[in-house]
């Protein structure tokens, strides 16, 4: 890594490349990149520079590889582990100007997308074409695709759907030393290794992604959504293994435990029945007479394990309220809790009622609380664990209780991280889950396409001799940052 | 099914070879032998003796196998619980192994509707060129800690590790499949009838043409695929699964003959190349195989000038088989030597230079 700082000269550089609007130095802009959505974690970049042509993006690289300059890509600022907040005399370069969609082929029914442009906009301008783009994050009103790709970012539908890797067939990727590679094909695949897998979910450590293509899929005639009750988180758990192990693929399928009921419940009015031990809620779409036989199997298999309740949603406006809860959650908890964490581990999930089971056991020791929201059809866990700042040690047992959870999530035979990335949040708790040998085969890895370590340096892969200490995403007073956004 | 745990074996094999600087070629069932350039290697390192299943969890909808383990041995494991491997790959032979398909990432006619090879690893164990024992990604599906180095090792022909075992996601069988043929007497009205019907959300999970006939598999409940195949029309197909286990396995007329055997992949709703020849179109249009005798250098260009990419599949002159862009070519050097430094595990299976 580089020591060298942010001269004027290089500054002036910049401006010469960009246009000086294109260069942020003043502290009053600067402020808005100070942070991505962890709060908690704070840095002041020196320099923000928004290009807005790939030719502005090599140029840029170049001149930081020559000056030694580390460089930090930004989407949106959405991402949840401050995985885009500058680094030590680094410059941030923000994608959000690069938002055209250059080319909707619905013959091959793709859309070929700068960095910058909306998850959402993307299925938005594929509509009229009965086409929409699959993986659906709950921030995609905002979160950009660039940023998609370095999270490799999933949704609430990626069971069936995949998350970002599945569904992106090229990319235009920028080195750090300016070099344009297109990696990945026009069909579904490229010859030689697949440089377009490793490149996803990179956290912007390998190189800047310019461009997409991306997949797009038609919009399926018929999507129904069933909400079952059941007494216990255990029978939820068995009826979900019971749902997969049945052949069926929903859509989503989603689980809460009673304390997330209750609290979303209280907030929302979904009608939801506030004495079950849990619910569970399960999506299946497709051709009309598919969602059929999928719903009537899916009903049998629910009543079979215990189902004390089960309701169905065929129209719109009944499926929104039955999600109206479940995407409700984190605001939810952030009325009745001064802070929340929330984590996001994911364990296999014969391991559900067990790992909740131990959670509650290990909170209680600390005298917390947790409510839990679960992905339960692909096994991502969102316990949401309750402190308070103000009162003194709250914050490091609910620090402590955190890196408890996903250690257990690793225990397990799960990870650390279902779909926020590492960034700078999850760093120590990488060294759980990987070992030294395989830490330094990722450092190899992240030299072969960055030998000056210039790109995000320090973020998602820690360095063997230090474990770097940071907190867990941090929601103070229910303030969240984009508090518009749904969290789910 | 055997269980067999040779991992210390395996790994004493590439320490020595390391210790010696003697490059490996690493086999299994030797059933894709034939595919890429010859390893320049001399001594072998067989790993199909490293067999069995380490986990099968069919609610978990997740298979680990050691990397021997024979893929057909895999699939009549799943298909006992009603599972599959959804990317559908071909064997060639009984002797192909999983660590085989993963290695040369080989996918058959599902690929296009519920993905490749890639999209299922979900995480492996391998020795590194340092002969370093290294477990990457894990069991579960959503899992974004660290480099998604097990996806790199697909279809990386072997070069980066030595792969022990995978973690592949797995998908349940089709309640219930049929398929439909219409006769269609020009391939460019064949390529773009399979662009109309991808472009609706019909329960398609095979789009073939070959010999002037478009091929539909549906697959889902019985009632949706009747509703779907009366909607559409055509033949009913009296031998469903025989057309799609030929053209998986290789095994159909087409792909007799003494020619070279080109595989296309391109953006499926592409003109056809300006190749002479004969043609046969999987993958819904994104997959072209080729049978013909024209020079490398003619395909590669005219395959090039349409955005898509050839490979010689087949033949006995692989000098020209497969082109990466220089770029391209110079990270998969870089990429090598983070991984073997040796340059110890199936040296220039790819190029001269890689």
């Known amino acids: 890594m580089s020591n060298a700082i942010i001269t004027q000269a290089f500054i002036n550089q910049c401006r010469t490349l960009l246009g000086k609007d294109n260069v942020i ?137 995949g998350l970002t890797v599945h569904n992106v067939l090229q990319i235009k990727l920028v080195t750090m030393t300016g070099e344009l590679l297109t990696l990945g094909g026009s069909g579904l695949d490229a010859p030689g290794y697949d440089l377009l897998a490793v490149t996803i979910g990179s956290e912007g450590l390998l190189g800047i992604v310019v461009e997409a293509t991306v997949r797009l899929l038609p919009i399926q005639p018929c999507i129904q959504v069933l909400l079952a009750a059941f007494e216990n988180i255990e029978q939820a758990g068995t009826a979900v293994a019971a749902i997969i192990a049945g052949g069926l693929i929903p859509a989503g399928l989603e689980l809460m435990d009673n304390a997330a009921i209750r609290v979303t419940e209280a907030f929302v009015h979904a009608g939801y029945p506030v004495d079950a031990g849990a619910i569970l809620l399960c999506e299946l779409d497709g051709p009309e007479a598919q969602v059929e036989a999928d719903r009537q199997k899916a009903e049998q298999i629910l009543k079979t394990h215990g189902a004390v309740e089960i309701r169905l949603a065929e129209a719109a406006e009944q499926r929104k309220l039955f999600w109206a809860g479940r995407k409700a959650a984190f605001p939810a908890v952030g009325r009745i809790a001064a802070d929340y964490y929330c984590m996001d581990g994911t364990i296999p999930r014969k391991h559900l009622a067990g790992v909740l089971t131990r959670i509650n056991q290990l ?97 998602a892969i820690p360095t063997l001799h230090r474990c770097a200490e940071f907190g867990h995403m941090h929601v103070h007073q229910g303030q969240l940052p984009f508090p518009d956004l749904e969290r789910f | 099914m055997l269980s067999r745990d040779l991992t210390s074996e395996l790994q004493a094999q590439v320490q020595q070879a390391l210790a010696t600087k003697t490059a490996l070629r690493i086999v299994g069932g030797k059933s894709k032998a034939f595919y890429g350039l010859p390893s320049s290697a001399q001594t072998e390192l067989n790993v199909s003796g490293h067999q069995g ?42 002797q192909a192994t999983i660590g085989g398909t993963v290695a040369c990432g080989f996918s058959g006619p599902r690929r296009p509707f519920t993905g490749g090879v890639r999209d299922f690893v979900l995480g492996c164990s391998f020795l590194n060129g340092k002969a370093e024992l290294l477990h990457m990604g894990g069991q579960v599906m959503k899992n974004v800690a660290g480099f998604d180095v097990s996806r790199l090792m697909v279809g990386a022909l072997g070069q980066l590790g030595v792969m022990l075992d995978i973690s592949l996601r797995v998908l349940p069988i089709p309640e219930a499949e049929l398929t439909l043929t219409y006769e269609v007497a020009d391939i460019m009205n064949a390529v773009q009838k399979m662009q109309s019907l991808q472009g609706q959300p019909w329960p398609i999970s095979g789009l073939a043409f070959c010999d002037g006939q478009l091929k539909i598999r549906l697959s889902g409940a019985p009632s949706a695929i009747e509703q779907a195949a009366q909607q559409l029309g055509g033949d009913r197909e009296p031998q469903d699964e025989t057309f799609w286990q030929e053209l998986r396995e290789q095994q159909s007329a087409f792909f007799g003959g003494a020619e070279p055997l080109w595989r296309i992949s391109i953006a499926p709703a592409t003109p056809m190349p300006e190749l002479d020849g004969r043609w046969l179109i999987d993958w819904g249009g994104a997959q072209r195989w080729l049978k013909n005798t024209v020079p490398a250098a003619t395909i590669h260009e005219a395959v090039a000038a349409l955005d898509g990419t050839a490979l010689c599949f087949r033949g006995p002159d692989k000098t020209d088989w497969l082109r990466l862009e220089p770029g391209v070519l110079s990270l998969h050097r870089q990429l090598k030597q983070a991984f073997d430094p040796e340059q110890l595990l199936n040296p220039h299976r790819f190029t001269p230079e890689l």
Request: include cysteine; hydrophobic fraction near 40%; aromatic fraction near 4%.
């Open chain 1, 25 to 161: 130095s003043d502290p009053e802009r600067l402020k808005v990149y100070e942070c991505d959505a962890l709060v908690a974690l704070r840095v002041m970049p020196q320099l923000v520079v928004l290009p807005e042509t790939v030719e502005q993006v090599q140029a840029l690289l170049k001149l930081c590889h020559h000056h030694g300059v580390p460089v930090v890509a930004r989407g949106a600022g959405t991402g949840l582990t401050g995985g885009s907040i500058s680094v030590e005399n680094g410059i941030v370069l923000g994608l959000s100007k690069m938002n055209n969609i250059l080319a909707l082929d619905p013959d091959n029914r793709t859309a070929r997308v700068q960095a910058g442009v909306r998850n959402l906009a993307i299925s938005e301008a594929a509509k009229i074409h009965g086409l929409y783009y699959a993986p659906d994050p709950s921030s995609q009103i905002a979160c950009t695709i660039g940023g998609n790709l370095a999270q490799n970012s999933g949704g609430v539908h990626c069971l069936k759907y």
């Open chain 1, 363 to 459: 909170a209680e020791a600390l005298g917390l609380r947790v409510v839990n929201v679960f992905h339960a059809g692909d096994g991502n866990l969102h316990p949401l664990i309750l402190y308070d700042m103000s009162i003194p040690g709250d914050y490091d047992k609910a620090e402590l209780l955190g890196g408890q959870i996903l250690e257990l999530c690793v225990e397990v035979g799960g990870t650390i991280t279902g779909e926020h990335g590492v960034g700078l949040e999850k760093l120590k708790h990488m060294c759980v889950q990987f070992s030294a040998l395989e830490l330094e085969q990722f450092h190899r890895l992240k030299q072969a396409f960055d030998p000056k370590q210039l790109l995000n340096p320090g973020k």
């Open chain 2, 53 to 94: 299943v380490i986990a099968y969890e069919p609610s978990e909808l997740m298979l680990r196998v050691r990397a021997g383990t024979r893929l057909i041995d895999i699939k009549s494991l799943l298909a006992e619980h009603g599972q599959m491997l959804a990317f559908e790959p071909p064997a060639f032979t009984e």
